[in-house]
């Protein structure tokens, strides 16, 4: 198996920062956690509500930013707080809470988010040109020791706020407020300064060496982020950074399926939590006769096929647990398994494509649980089966934990069951939650076709057809 990848800036850190917990004190005052399962079965409604209160109750107190995982606590993760924003919107559909709540901690979380330090300095500092950090800290939200300045981070962040100005749309002055922060946030944001590397976009930069050579090309998760680029009033990028994003693009075949190739399914899995791809086309899809949404669709099934196929003969994979995407893992150790040389990784954008595999035996729940609206059948079976299957290990207070292993076996703690993480993370409740909540009344995607930041990037970008005529 080939167990090469390279790493995009939203996973670098990740590798590098799995350093003691700051300490966290919890927000006892909003940990209400209302199970209504008296036993394992599986529930859709049960799964939605747990993973929405990772967002409501773990939110700092002080600052509100999302943690970038629990129990283990570091520092937050500004991409988590914008899947935050989107979370209390589902919150409040739904009814866990109610509108004038999520009003509440929406304004109050804007509010913090404007008033944070903006500069060049390398510390006592949270963003800088309208970005922020990837990672801040938990007590004063600044940047957290070395981490970059984050375009995608920040891209997710704003699809959040986005979300946000469009359900708040109220005529209260709490509504009001929102719409007018948010607006300025966004507007806030210096795209074009980070527009440098031969015409893309870098994937972040650093006060002390400046931006990263790393920049944004072939396809993955940036699509929301060269959309919102392009879309800006203020600091857009050109109109022909779309044309250069796609001619990137590597077009495969994987477990006989055509499509756009990238491993791991975070990728096809983010920018299509707040975009309804359906039957709208940019140029490079019409030439393929499909569109993003049917490519997203391919990728699930075809990852679910390798797993099927389990040329590693891992343990546990099959039709109904299978998923490989960026996750925490079990160890940094080489070994042999089934007679063959292996490194059982930590967190790593674990993944299978024409383009790449890496794939040490540990499947992440978010995999299915943000590809739902692209495989409903598939995906939900396969929620159901880790959640029946392996509840006591995988599934706690706030739905999934991040990852399992059941093939690592190497250590005296997993040497009966395997490895099961402790850990849930930001980034991977985010598309559970949001995902499940598209496919059941298309919320999120009904609010981004109307916002006109969005609207304007897909139309640069040469999108048409479907409801971006309407």
């Known amino acids: 198996m080939e167990l090469k990848f390279t790493h995009t800036t ?80 589902v919150g409040a559909e739904n009814g866990y809470i109610t509108r004038e709540e999520a009003a509440d901690r929406t304004l109050k979380t804007l509010r913090v988010l404007t008033d944070l330090p903006q500069g060049p300095d390398s510390s006592g500092i949270s963003g800088y040109k309208g970005f922020f950090y990837h990672f801040l800290t938990i007590d004063k939200a600044l940047r ?47 795209w074009d300064w980070m527009y440098v590397n031969e015409d893309k976009l870098s994937m972040g930069w650093r006060p002390e060496r400046g931006f990263i050579p790393a920049s944004w090309d072939g396809y993955n998760e940036a699509m929301i982020l060269l959309i919102m680029a392009m879309g800006s009033p203020t600091h857009p990028i ?41 039957n709208i086309q940019d140029e490079y899809m019409r030439t393929k006769g499909i569109d993003y949404f049917e490519n997203s669709r391919r990728a699930t099934l075809a990852n679910r ?50 383009m ?50 059941l093939s690592f076996t190497f250590t005296e703690d997993t040497k009966n069951k395997g490895w099961f993480d402790h850990d849930y993370l930001g980034i991977d409740q985010g598309p559970i939650l949001i995902q499940i909540q598209n496919h059941e009344n298309e919320l999120i995607w009904n609010l981004m076709k109307k916002n006109r930041y969005i609207r304007e990037g897909l139309k640069k970008a040469g999108f048409t057809g479907g409801w971006l005529e309407n």
């Open 10 to 89: 939203l996973l670098i850190t990740f590798s590098l920062l799995f350093l003691p917990s700051c300490g966290l004190k919890k927000n006892t005052d909003e940990t209400n956690i209302q199970s209504t399962t008296a036993d394992v079965a599986f529930s859709v409604e049960e799964l939605k509500q747990r993973t929405f209160h990772f967002f409501w109750d773990l939110a700092y107190e002080h600052n509100l930013q999302i943690p970038d995982r629990h129990p283990t606590l570091r520092f937050s993760s500004i991409a988590g707080t914008g899947f935050g924003f989107t979370a209390y919107l």
């Open 144 to 190: 957290y020791r070395n981490v970059e300045l984050s375009s995608i981070d920040t891209g997710l962040l704003m699809a959040g706020i986005l979300s946000a100005i469009e359900y708040f749309d109220a005529d209260s002055p709490v509504e009001e407020e929102i719409r007018e922060l948010g607006d300025a946030l966004f507007r806030r944001v210096e």
């Open 238 to 278: 050109p109109d022909d950074a779309w044309e250069g994003w796609t001619s990137t693009y590597q077009w495969g075949t994987f477990q006989d399926m055509e499509y756009l190739q990238f491993s791991p399914l975070f990728g096809h899995q983010y920018s299509h939590m707040y975009i309804d791809f359906r």
């Open 305 to 354: 096929a390798y797993c099927i196929e389990n040329p590693g003969k891992f343990i546990g994979y099959g039709p109904d647990q299978w998923g490989l995407t960026a996750c925490d893992g079990p160890a940094g150790l080489d070994t042999l398994w089934q007679n063959e040389p292996i490194r059982f990784m930590t967190y790593s954008a674990r993944g299978a494509s024409a």
């Open 356 to 405: 790449r595999i890496r794939d040490d035996g540990t499947l992440a729940p978010t995999a299915a649980g943000g590809s739902v609206p692209f495989a409903p059948d598939e995906c939900l079976s396969a929620l159901k089966y880790m959640w029946e299957n392996n509840y006591d290990n995988l599934v706690g207070e706030f739905g999934f934990k991040d990852a399992f292993n």
